[in-house]
């Protein structure tokens, strides 16, 4: 502010100046402060979001993977590919720059359906492949289990079975599940375990939390 002020007060003097170089008056100019609202202030710097009003976070808002990131997704996390997503593509918002020239990345409830059906197919299709595998090194959704053969799910410890929730976590959404969150998860496979046996078709409980965990918010945005 005294730096402002002086050089307002010399600007002042040069141009008061009479022909013979004589200082004229000078009159201080009252320097306004930059206004503190919420642009300007601190110093210039803008800000950050609340993360309590952003859901937690802080910046843009989240954003749906597109076609082709979807099917690396799924590729990635479950080790095969959708068969029928390039046959989908159109319905989850793939261009054809024909009719349409953008991709959408709307999560509206077309979307959301074929979604499932994407799931259920390759869920269903790696579940009933990990049963069948005797290396747990081998498998996707029963990584964490022992090797040998898979047996009643029903059987598993409540610490066997909640490795295997945050392994999974951490490989569809890249952020493992904890506290209360973990728990509920927990009392999902449990019954669907328990479900799983009753039916004679044990891998429905791996293929339901694949389901899960690949419809999940966190497994289509970014």
């Known amino acids: ?20 170089g004589s200082p004229g008056t000078l009159t201080p100019v009252d320097v306004q402060e930059p206004p503190d609202d919420g642009l300007h202030g601190n110093g210039g710097v803008v800000p950050l979001p609340d993360p309590e009003q952003q859901d937690g976070r802080v910046g843009r808002s989240a954003r749906r993977l597109t076609v082709d990131q979807l099917g690396a997704s799924i590729q990635t996390a479950l080790g095969q590919p959708w068969s029928k997503l390039n046959s989908r593509a159109a319905s989850l918002g793939r261009a054809d720059f024909a009719l349409v020239n953008a991709e959408s990345t709307e999560a509206n409830l077309v979307f959301a359906k074929f979604l499932e059906d994407g799931a259920r197919e390759v869920c269903v299709a790696r579940a009933g492949a990990d049963l069948k595998l005797t290396v747990a090194k081998d498998r996707v959704l029963a990584r964490t289990l022992p090797d040998g053969t ?63 965990l690949m419809t999940d918010s966190r497994f289509l945005t970014y």
């Open 1 to 20: 502010m005294r730096r402002l002020l002086l050089l307002a007060l010399v600007a002042l003097g040069t141009a008061a100046c009479d022909q013979s």
């Open 150 to 212: 898979v047996g009643d799910l029903r059987k598993l410890t409540d610490a066997q079975v909640r490795e295997l929730l945050v392994y999974l976590s951490t490989r569809f959404w890249g952020s493992p599940l904890h506290d209360e969150e973990l728990t509920r998860w927990a009392g999902f496979f449990t019954k669907a375990a328990a479900r799983a046996e009753t039916i004679k078709k044990r891998d429905q409980a791996l293929a339901a939390l694949c389901i899960g």
